[in-house]
């Protein structure tokens, strides 16, 4: 069965960093394409990064420059690396696996962890 | 990046009601729309892809329509598990951007 949890989470202050991990099983990371997906209190979903099963990564404008995703293949697990973070990027990160075939969709996800930016 | 706009923001039902959501995308996109459903602090559930497709384990009551730029869910015969909140994405092109989400409450 699938399974993907993150860690990671917590209060950090603006301007600080923070990794967040996603353990997966039940796949391999290297042949998935996994995303975060981040939801602001109160507010909808957003897309934030991909790591596709070649490899390539793509991130959303509002993170690019300071979000970086990336796995590490024998621990099974992907990581999001959040630099200078900003009070607008308090959110809960889900990791989801993206079954991009024949429609992309994110059709597992983790049990989300919670990022709170502020001083 | 492709605006995805459901109305309403939010309903009351009560159980057996036929619900529809609507979702509609600034541009065409092709069928590539999927819908979520997430309940207060969980993770989002997959109901449904390329706007029709049922995932395996949705009951056959929940039902998705739609072309071009404009989606509907429906779900026929409300059940006290349904009330949620419900958030299309399209997935024609990255990035991939999700509605607001429409909040099923109880009437």
């Known amino acids: 069965e699938l399974q993907l949890v993150e860690s990671g989470g917590g209060l950090v202050q603006p301007g600080g960093s923070l990794r967040l991990s996603c353990a997966a099983s039940g796949i391999s990371v290297s042949d998935s394409y996994l995303s975060w997906v981040r939801q602001a209190p109160g507010k909808g979903l957003e897309w934030v990064s991909v790591i596709r099963s070649g490899g390539t990564t793509s991130h959303a404008d509002s993170v690019t420059g300071r979000f970086i995703i990336s796995r590490d293949n024998y621990k099974n697990t992907v990581y999001l690396q959040m630099n200078n973070l900003r009070p607008e990027d308090t959110a809960v990160y889900y990791c989801?696996?993206?079954?991009?075939?024949?429609?992309?969709?994110?059709?597992?996800w983790g049990q989300g962890s919670l990022v709170t930016v502020s001083s | 990046d492709i605006q995805m706009t459901q109305s309403p923001s939010s309903l009351s039902a009560s159980v057996g009601d036929r619900v529809t959501i609507t979702c509609r995308a600034s541009q065409n996109i092709n069928k590539y729309l999927n819908w979520y459903q997430q309940k207060p602090g969980r993770a989002p559930r997959l109901l449904m892809s390329?706007?029709?497709t049922l995932q395996s384990g949705v009951p056959s009551r929940f039902s998705g329509s739609g072309s071009g730029t404009d989606y509907t869910l429906t779900i026929s015969n409300l059940q006290p598990e349904d009330f949620a909140t419900y958030s299309c994405?399209?997935?024609?092109?990255?990035?991939?951007?999700f509605g607001q989400g429409t909040e099923v409450a109880v009437k």
């Open positions: 994405q399209q997935s024609y092109t990255t990035p991939w951007t």
């Open positions: 989801a696996r993206l079954e991009p075939f024949p429609y992309f969709m994110f059709d597992s």
């Open positions: 390329a706007a029709s």
